[in-house]
């Protein structure tokens, strides 16, 4: 089992900054890819950005304001989000897949004023 705690999430203007963070713990040795997903009210879920291996894979609605990473030694993943617009407002969900599960954790919500 894996588990994933996000943080980060908030109220910002329009061309402002969040950073969010995904610590995951428990069999983190399984884990082979892990990604940022969004729900906006109304939408389906939307893969933002995942992380394989250090490649690293954008939405087009996302490339070059956002930026996906993660760190090994603090088992943590970071999605750092620059030029934010309101279109982005949403709930992040963390996600880490192994061979045999899709994990989620309970989501943090970004909300961007105009």
């Known amino acids: 089992q894996v588990q994933l705690v996000e943080s980060g999430g908030g109220l910002v203007q329009a061309g402002g900054s969040l950073r969010l963070s995904c610590a995951a713990s428990?069999?983190?040795?399984?884990?082979?890819?892990m990604g940022w997903y969004r729900q906006a009210p109304g939408k389906q879920r939307e893969l933002v950005a995942s992380i394989r291996r250090g490649n690293t894979n954008y939405a087009d609605s996302v490339k070059g304001r956002f930026t996906i990473s993660r760190d090994n030694a603090k088992n943590t993943m970071y999605l750092q989000m620059n030029s934010l617009k309101p279109e982005d407002t949403a709930v992040y969900y963390c996600n880490a897949q192994s061979t045999m599960h899709d994990y989620w954790g309970q989501g943090t919500q970004v909300t961007v004023s105009s």
């Open positions: 428990g069999s983190i040795f399984s884990i082979i890819t």
